[in-house]
């Protein structure tokens, strides 16, 4: 639920407020569209907004977190089912609040909030594809670096002990460790992973054999 904002609450204490909220994220899920106050909309938009971002987790403990605010095992079915996978590719604004003029009477700001159901264009998706494969590239850039790092400190590890400098050959043999800890973060099960492991495990034997060769 998120944080109330300065002033008064909409109810007449914080968990009439959560009601409130709750049954205007429940009609929202349900027509996907309604119309209320701009007051309202604003502090049920982060709630709903965040239901969604469980529901397109699609796990056990997401949807038990969901019915704790959204009691209504129909609504929830249909947040999982049929929502969040339509919005699968949005990493966030999946609500969008239209005002519409003030209400008769008391004059009331009036809002339309209706869920983004619309597909991605053409162009996001290009955007969002080449986001994807920045982020890949930067990480194959890392692993690719962490791995001659591995490298580079397992030779010094080797020199370490021709030279008969045991400590060191074994703090060499540490950061080539470290190394091949770095790449198989950043790229789990790469090749470049696979060979920084190798190289810190020679790292490992070349400081074994210095720490033997000075006893």
């Known amino acids: 639920m998120p944080t109330p904002t300065k002033g008064p609450r909409l109810g007449g204490g914080p968990a009439h407020e959560r009601l409130m909220l709750a049954n205007l994220a429940t009609q929202l899920f349900t027509h996907k569209s309604i119309t209320t106050t701009q007051t309202k909309a604003k502090r049920m938009q982060p709630l709903a907004e965040r239901m969604i971002t469980f529901a397109k987790r699609g796990d056990l403990a997401a949807r038990r977190r969901v019915l704790q605010t959204i009691t209504d095992k129909g609504v929830v079915h249909t947040l999982f089912t049929e929502i969040a996978p339509v919005v699968a ?17 008391d004059n009331a700001p009036m809002v339309v909030i209706e869920l983004v159901l619309d597909p991605l264009t053409a162009g996001q998706s290009t955007v969002r594809e080449a986001e994807a494969a920045t982020g890949r590239a930067a990480r194959g850039n890392k692993s690719v670096a962490a791995e001659q790092a591995a490298e580079d400190t397992a030779t010094e590890a080797e020199n370490a002990k021709v030279d008969g400098d ?19 973060a950043e790229a789990p099960g790469s090749d470049e992973a696979k060979d920084a492991k190798a190289a810190a495990e020679v790292a490992e034997e070349s400081a074994d054999d210095a720490v033997d060769g000075k006893k």
């Open 166 to 184: 045991a400590e060191g050959s074994v703090d060499a043999a540490a950061q080539s460790e470290t190394a091949a800890v770095a790449a198989e």
């Open 89 to 105: 590719e949005r990493k966030g604004g999946y609500t969008r609040i239209t005002k519409i003029g003030n209400r008769k009477g």
